[in-house]
């Protein structure tokens, strides 16, 4: 490893950790605003809807552009950190971030949204894939363990306070305030960055690995425009057919690609390990069936039962809140037993979906309160316990590259969870439609799926049978989702518990520890 010193500060040991807690600062800070941007626009989706006309579809693409940028370019972030320096990549990335924010804060179209979110993407991918990296080329023992634990609370904090700032932005100040709050945050973080970084990188790190890019990048964004528009245009239609299995054939070509690289972005052999192959399947079951849940629970929220986007914040609190705490209350456990901490958390987040579902037309938003503070609970057990075992396992020289696996399995999982879950909620409200009124209602289902119940009601001039059967269609369409992310969870827990073992995070950290001073001198 090879650390450019830059302006950090040189000096006495007291000045050196200084230094390196700034770094941390802006670690999470970086890392809190590309999160918050996932659940504070989530908060903000019907307003949006309604001031700028957009269909289901597109309110999916507003979360999905962010996600499928980030999770499309997180691995090639993690290669390029390595190869021009952690802090060079970090600092790139929130710039871009910061000026996608202004954009999107500008759209006066949905399309423009659309795009500007994508853009996002591309200084979120900079962010996240260098954010555990840089927290390992920084700390080492117990200062890691304390530096991840602020990291994972980091991530928490953003799921706890994005629903209740996007709430309060959204109805305060207009939607477009939960973008440019970013541009401050970026600032801010940009000056703490440059000043107390080091740029390390990794001498050994080869070009990038293009062919993989576009393979990579051109499988994801196939499956999720096949998912998103598999409803309108019909699964069997020749247009979707053809983007699932092009989806199929870029992933084979990808795995391909990546096999006979000598030094591939996304390193299949770490997958002989257990532990990294079961931190993955449960970081992309967190994503896919847990993270990807949330914006139909907004939907279901403001929708479905009313309420303001700040009412429909503060209704999740309960479970953003404890995603945020408890990860600093069970600080102690991360080091000592990852595995078990991560495979209970994902299956108290399962339960907690479990018992969620079953509400019906009539039910209040209580019913949902014992299934989200389950859910908080198991989120905030996992998500520490992710960081410290996707690190624990590779080289340090080599952790840019498993940072990226990591989050991209995570952001990938989001990606393909909204939309999935979105095709199985759009399909089931227009059967629960067809079931109650008769013969097809796609117009019906469309609307009901992006505006509720209100936009249910306009439609039918208020008919009464109408606004009736598309609230029990929108209950229908909830428990289905539910029950299939409580699925997608529980195989997260499941693969937690088989496969992560304390002794092959052990046999990583008793190799790292000989390097470990020297290390230090060479960042010293």
């Not at 439609?459 to 428990?479: E, K």
């Amino acid at each position: 490893m090879e650390a450019e010193h830059g302006s950090a500060p040189a000096g006495s040991a007291e000045r050196e950790r200084a230094r390196r807690w700034w770094a941390l600062i802006a670690i999470c800070g970086g890392t809190f605003m590309l999160l918050v941007d996932v659940t504070i626009v989530q908060v903000a989706l019907p307003t949006i809807q309604r001031e700028l006309h957009a269909s289901f579809t597109d309110l999916q693409w507003v979360i999905d552009a962010y996600a499928l940028t980030l999770s499309a370019l997180i691995l090639t972030s993690g290669t390029l950190a390595d190869r021009l320096g952690r802090k060079r990549v970090f600092i790139g990335g929130l710039g871009v971030f910061t000026l996608a924010s202004l954009l999107c804060g500008l759209s006066g179209s949905i399309g423009f949204l659309i795009f500007a979110r994508s853009l996002q993407g591309f200084g979120g991918a900079a962010m996240f894939a260098t954010s555990l990296a840089l927290i390992a080329q920084e700390f080492r023992g117990p200062e890691r363990a304390g530096a991840i634990a602020a990291w994972g609370a980091t991530v928490g904090g953003a799921v706890a306070i994005g629903p209740l700032v996007g709430g309060i932005l959204t109805d305060g100040l207009g939607w477009q305030w939960i973008f440019f709050v970013n541009i401050p945050i970026g600032v801010a973080t940009i000056a703490i960055s440059l000043t107390r970084m080091v740029n390390v990188r990794d001498p050994d790190a080869e070009r990038l690995d293009w062919a993989g890019l576009l393979a990579f990048s051109g499988f994801l964004f196939l499956l999720i425009f096949g998912l998103l528009r598999g409803n309108d245009n019909g699964w069997g239609s020749p247009l979707i057919v053809s983007a699932l299995a092009g989806a199929a054939v870029l992933l084979a070509a990808f795995l391909i690609v990546e096999l006979r690289q000598p030094r591939p972005m996304f390193d299949l052999s770490l997958f002989r390990n257990r532990a990294f192959c079961g931190v993955s399947l449960a970081t992309f079951a967190v994503g896919a069936g847990m993270f990807a849940m949330f914006p139909y629970l907004t939907f279901y929220l403001q929708n479905a039962l009313g309420y303001s986007p700040l009412q429909g914040g503060l209704r999740l609190l309960p479970a953003t809140v404890l995603t945020f705490v408890v990860p600093l209350v069970t600080r102690g456990l991360a080091p000592r037993v990852p595995g078990l901490r991560l495979g209970a958390g994902l299956g108290l987040a399962a339960l907690g979906l479990v018992l969620m579902h079953g509400i019906t037309a009539g039910s209040s938003w209580t019913e949902l309160l014992p299934g989200l503070l389950l859910v908080g609970v198991g989120i905030g057990l996992a998500n520490p316990a992710i960081a410290s075992i996707a690190l624990g396992v590779v080289p340090p020289e080599r952790s840019g590259m498993a940072s990226g696996i990591s989050n991209t399995f995570r952001i990938g999982g989001l990606a393909v969870g909204v939309a999935a879950l979105g095709a199985v909620f759009q399909d089931r409200v227009a059967s629960s439609l067809h079931a109650s009124l008769g013969g097809p209602q796609g117009g019906l289902a469309q609307v009901v799926a992006s505006g509720g119940i209100r936009a249910a009601a306009a439609f039918a001039h208020g008919r009464s049978d109408v606004i009736g059967a598309a609230m029990r269609a929108f209950a229908s369409g909830m428990n289905e989702i539910l029950l299939i992310g409580a699925g997608v969870v529980l195989l997260g827990s499941v693969s937690a518990f088989a496969l992560v073992r304390v002794r092959d995070i052990g046999r990583r950290q008793a190799a790292e520890a000989p390097a470990t001073s020297e290390a230090e001198t060479a960042r010293a």
